[in-house]
């Protein structure tokens, strides 16, 4: 469901609980990413190797330390400010502006992950040829049954025979003249 109204998104943006935020955090892949996994984009994880797209920091690259999930906000290595009193804090970034790299693959789901979105995102004819050829070799082929009496064609003509709805007639009660 859609929702049209810019507070609406905002609310529903910010109240989100952490399985659906999660969806917010995706980037997408570099151009050798996208051949080797068929995917556009994939949320980011902490240990994968992103390059700063936008801003003042464009151009940097270094592995995720942190994630943010209250704020929206990644944390790269390498990517700091200085305080005035010497110190220096990572600067926060949104997912959005960063490309990926190279990819944190330790976890098996997020390996099915990019299986399964490589998979929807190729051409729906690769698609439908081979599951065309799974099917071929897993089923055989059935013998067509002939149509019910209904739709069978009358007099010889294309179209179909009209359906007549059967309704019982409820037997009513005589009434008696006193």
């Known amino acids: 469901m859609r929702y049209t109204k810019p507070g609406t998104q905002r609310r529903r943006l910010f109240q989100a609980p952490a399985h659906r935020r999660h969806r917010h955090f995706s980037a997408p892949l570099s151009a050798d990413l996208r051949k080797r996994h068929d995917a556009g984009s994939i949320p980011v994880r902490m240990g994968d ?36 009193d010497g110190t220096t804090i990572p600067i926060p970034i949104h997912p959005s502006k960063v490309l990926i790299t190279n990819l944190n693959l330790d976890d098996k789901w997020r390996r099915e992950t990019l299986k399964r979105k490589g998979v929807s995102q190729l051409p729906q004819s690769t698609i439908k040829t081979k599951e065309a050829s799974e099917k071929k070799a897993a089923k055989p082929k059935k013998k067509k049954k002939s149509a019910p009496s209904a739709l069978k064609k009358v007099d ?7 359906r007549t709805r059967r309704v019982q007639k409820k037997p009513t009660a005589k009434k008696e003249d006193e």
Do not use: L, M, W
């Open 49 to 84: 190797t992103v390059r700063v797209t936008r801003g003042d920091r464009r151009g940097f690259e270094g592995k995720i330390t942190r994630i943010d999930r209250k704020q929206f906000r990644i944390f790269i290595e390498g990517v700091t400010r200085e305080k005035v």
């Open 156 to 162: 010889g003509s294309p179209k179909r025979a009209k």
